[in-house]
């Protein structure tokens, strides 16, 4: 069951909720504590009280959530009290340290000193163990469990204890020799439970005459690794050998129907493919699908390329959203081509980008004045200034161009405002963010009252109404993550805000809150807004992105029209133009920038350089310019092209670039890339692209 936001149960509640539908007359006095003590508690949606306190509660079933600083949650959700209730408690249990985190980097119980080599998340796609047929090693660490087994393939076990010293709390030493003398998967078992599996493979060595991708892209840091063009096949031969190098010979290798000689090597060909998207991959060992780890630590690995003529007309290409014709200015010694006419990326072209730029905000009164998550522009995008910190999110005062707030990671992960345009900040002392459990999805500040501030964030809603001072919960965790929010322009009192269980709708700024279906489809996850906005002039109107297609409303949220299978991914995916408010902009995520000049009943792409955008910002200004920040900030200028805004500062470092016939060039034989090499014969202009190959 789902309670947001309800009215509580304060000291003098005689009033009806939804939680407990009886009248709430009688009610007594309860002791509430916990282990630690000096937990913040919150009950229903109330204010927040601290332990130990005696607290006045009704008759009835409350929500009841118990929180400290470096503990984990204690939420109670179906807590009775009656005439024999004379308490409510919880023990907190402490969360790790950041030692303690770095320690296990949250893929598991046991943290392994050097093998066997386990990764989480998208590296597992080339972890491998790093022990070979016949190898002896000192497997050691640190783990949570007080023991556990290392199971051969025949289930032949190899019992280990932790030692008697401690690390800390949480974490014990190990250490044992094992000989690894059979082939396969072996298992970490702790009472009866898998924790790890891997694999101990033949010893594999790359024989000459194969590509490698070192030779293409020496300094992309990937070894091992067979190079293939995209859309092609290459032969390749391995040398088989145990731990101590000796051929193995005349055996089948189990996968791929790789068999080796009697010289021990086996030969292959390898080859990949695209399927379907700019980043999705296909890959074939003797025709059979194949994993990026094809065997032991040896890696398939694609590579885009193109090949112009050089006077720009396009003789190959396997990288998306490249030209076929381009215009080629060769000016100062260098050859210029349009930013975007070959397929790559601002970020492709740096050795080292710096952070990722993604957000961008014009002050709504004064268009001169632009932030991004690192920088702002006093001047129109002229000139950039450093913020004092680096920000995940941003937001400013709607009526003071000069206060800006952010929201990081990098710093306590918390909340920061400046009074003097980002280069000074305050840290908001009442409020800390635990990434471990928590990120801030949006700030968004009271366009009529700047001591107001909203937080969403993935545990909830929380509302400042003193500067940030104090913060409260306006809708809790327990109706799931806040992924953003809007607030009416002209009824300050009407919020919509978007969290994982759908779209909420308060008419009291936030003291309660009621839920809008505005999907008709069945899957539930349609239904999660990642980003709201109200029409500033007719603020009936008012438009919900999800992953799923654009919402429009244009009765305060009562009734919805779905338009286009746009995947709009952040809460800066929808931008309106303030001087033209049927002119609506969105960027779908993997596809593009499109813009409607009908309230979003029907829609156009929008020639952006690069053809495949994820989570960028965009903005429209007062002036009714559209802003865009994919790595650095562009706008669209009269000639309907895309120009960077302070070049200077953001592409300082990359290749050269000129603005030609009011378009942006790049000077393609100054890129400098770990992933990209570029090579200009005396007949062609020819681009190597190694590929994103983990998922």
């Known amino acids: 069951m789902l309670f947001i936001s309800f009215a509580g149960c304060r000291k003098e509640q005689t009033s009806v909720t939804p939680i407990n539908p009886n009248p709430q007359e009688q009610a007594k006095i309860v002791k509430i504590d916990s282990d630690p003590q000096g937990a913040t508690v919150f009950i229903d949606n109330d204010a927040p009280i601290e332990t130990p306190v005696e607290y006045k509660l009704t008759f009835g079933t409350h929500f009841v959530t118990f929180r400290k600083a470096g503990y984990y949650d204690v939420v109670k959700k179906d807590v009775e009290v009656n005439k024999d209730t004379t308490s409510i408690s919880a023990t907190l249990k402490r969360l790790p340290t950041e030692e303690e985190m770095l320690i296990f980097s949250g893929i598991g119980p046991i943290a392994f000193d050097s093998v066997p080599y386990i990764a989480c998340c998208s590296a597992a796609a080339i972890a491998y163990s790093n022990i070979f047929y016949g190898e002896t090693r000192t497997i050691s660490g640190l783990t949570t469990l007080e023991s556990f087994d290392l199971v051969f393939p025949s289930r032949k076990k190899v019992h280990f204890n932790i030692e008697k010293e401690k690390v800390s709390d949480y974490a014990g030493k190990f250490s044992k020799v094992v000989t690894f003398d059979e082939l396969g998967g072996y298992e970490i078992i702790s009472n009866g439970e898998h924790e790890y599996s891997f694999e101990v493979c033949y010893r594999v060595k790359i024989l000459p005459g194969t590509p490698v991708l070192e030779e293409i892209f020496p300094d992309y840091g990937v070894k091992n690794a067979i190079a293939v063009p995209v859309g092609k096949e290459v032969e390749a031969k391995l040398l088989i050998t145990d731990a101590k190098g000796d051929p193995i010979k005349n055996t089948s290798l189990g996968v791929y129907d790789l068999k080796t000689d009697k010289d021990g090597i086996a030969k292959f060909k390898a080859g990949v493919v695209r399927n379907g998207c700019e980043h999705c991959y296909e890959i074939y060992v003797n025709g059979k699908p194949a994993s990026v780890r094809m065997y032991a630590n040896i890696l398939v690995w694609g590579y885009d390329t193109a090949r112009f003529t050089k006077d720009g007309h396009l003789i190959e290409s396997s990288i998306p959203g490249i030209k076929s014709d381009v215009k080629v200015k060769v000016q100062d010694g260098n050859v210029y081509m349009p930013c975007g006419s070959f397929g790559l990326k601002i970020a492709d072209m740096y050795s080292d980008s710096g952070s990722r730029e993604n957000n961008i905000i014009s002050h709504?009164?004064?268009?001169?004045?632009?932030?991004?998550?690192?920088?702002?522009?006093?001047?129109?995008?002229?000139?950039?200034?450093?913020?004092?910190?680096?920000?995940?999110?941003?937001?400013?005062?709607?009526?003071?161009?000069?206060?800006?707030?952010?929201?990081?990671?990098?710093?306590?992960?918390?909340?920061?405002?400046?009074?003097?345009?980002?280069?000074?900040?305050?840290?908001?002392?009442?409020?800390?963010?635990?990434?471990?459990?928590?990120?801030?999805?949006?700030?968004?500040?009271?366009?009529?009252?700047?001591?107001?501030?909203?937080?969403?964030?993935?545990?909830?809603?929380?509302?400042?109404?003193?500067?940030?001072?104090?913060?409260?919960?306006?809708?809790?965790?327990?109706?799931?993550?806040?992924?953003?929010?809007?607030?009416?322009?002209?009824?300050?009192?009407?919020?919509?805000?978007?969290?994982?269980?759908?779209?909420?709708?308060?008419?009291?700024?936030?003291?309660?809150?009621?839920?809008?279906?505005?999907?008709?489809?069945?899957?539930?996850?349609?239904?999660?807004?990642?980003?709201?906005?109200?029409?500033?002039?007719?603020?009936?109107?008012?438009?919900?992105?999800?992953?799923?297609?654009?919402?429009?409303?244009?009765?305060?949220?009562?009734?919805?029209?779905?338009?286009?299978?746009?995947?709009?991914?952040?809460?800066?995916?929808?931008?309106?133009?303030?001087?033209?408010?049927?002119?609506?902009?969105?960027?779908?995520?993997?596809?593009?920038?499109?813009?409607?000049?009908?309230?979003?009943?029907?829609?156009?792409?929008?020639?952006?350089?690069?053809?495949?955008?994820?989570?960028?910002?965009?903005?429209?200004?007062?002036?009714?310019?559209?802003?865009?920040?994919?790595?650095?900030?562009?706008?669209?200028?009269?000639?309907?092209?895309?120009?960077?805004?302070?070049?200077?500062?953001?592409?300082?470092?990359?290749?050269?670039?000129?603005?030609?016939?009011?378009?942006?060039?790049?000077?393609?034989?100054?890129?400098?890339?770990?992933?990209?090499?570029?090579?200009?014969?005396?007949?062609?202009?020819?681009?190597?692209?190694?590929?994103?190959?983990?998922?």
């Open 364 to 695: 709504p009164k004064d268009s001169a004045v632009i932030y991004t998550d690192s920088f702002v522009s006093k001047d129109s995008g002229l000139h950039w200034e450093k913020l004092g910190l680096s920000f995940d999110t941003i937001a400013v005062d709607p009526k003071k161009p000069n206060v800006m707030y952010g929201w990081t990671t990098s710093s306590s992960n918390s909340l920061f405002k400046s009074t003097d345009y980002g280069i000074h900040f305050e840290k908001f002392s009442d409020i800390s963010i635990d990434l471990a459990l928590d990120y801030v999805t949006q700030v968004l500040v009271d366009s009529a009252d700047s001591n107001k501030i909203y937080l969403a964030t993935w545990r909830g809603l929380l509302k400042s109404e003193d500067d940030g001072k104090k913060w409260n919960y306006i809708i809790a965790s327990e109706a799931g993550g806040t992924y953003c929010i809007a607030i009416n322009p002209k009824d300050l009192n009407f919020i919509l805000a978007g969290t994982s269980y759908g779209l909420y709708k308060s008419e009291d700024q936030g003291k309660t809150w009621k839920k809008i279906s505005f999907v008709k489809d069945k899957s539930p996850e349609q239904n999660i807004p990642n980003c709201i906005v109200f029409d500033p002039v007719d603020p009936d109107i008012v438009y919900v992105g999800t992953d799923y297609g654009l919402f429009v409303s244009k009765d305060d949220g009562e009734n919805w029209k779905k338009f286009g299978m746009f995947e709009l991914f952040g809460n800066g995916s929808i931008a309106i133009d303030p001087t033209r408010p049927n002119k609506i902009c969105i960027v779908s995520y993997g596809d593009g920038i499109y813009k409607s000049e009908d309230y979003g009943e029907h829609f156009t792409k929008i020639d952006f350089p690069f053809s495949f955008v994820t989570d960028i910002g965009i903005t429209v200004n007062n002036l009714g310019e559209l802003l865009v920040n994919d790595g650095i900030p562009f706008k669209l200028n009269n000639n309907g092209n895309f120009v960077p805004l302070g070049g200077d500062t953001f592409l300082k470092g990359g290749p050269k670039w000129k603005i030609i016939d009011g378009q942006f060039y790049i000077a393609v034989n100054t890129i400098k890339s770990d992933l990209v090499r570029v090579i200009i014969t005396n007949n062609a202009i020819e681009f190597y692209k190694a590929s994103d190959m983990i998922p």
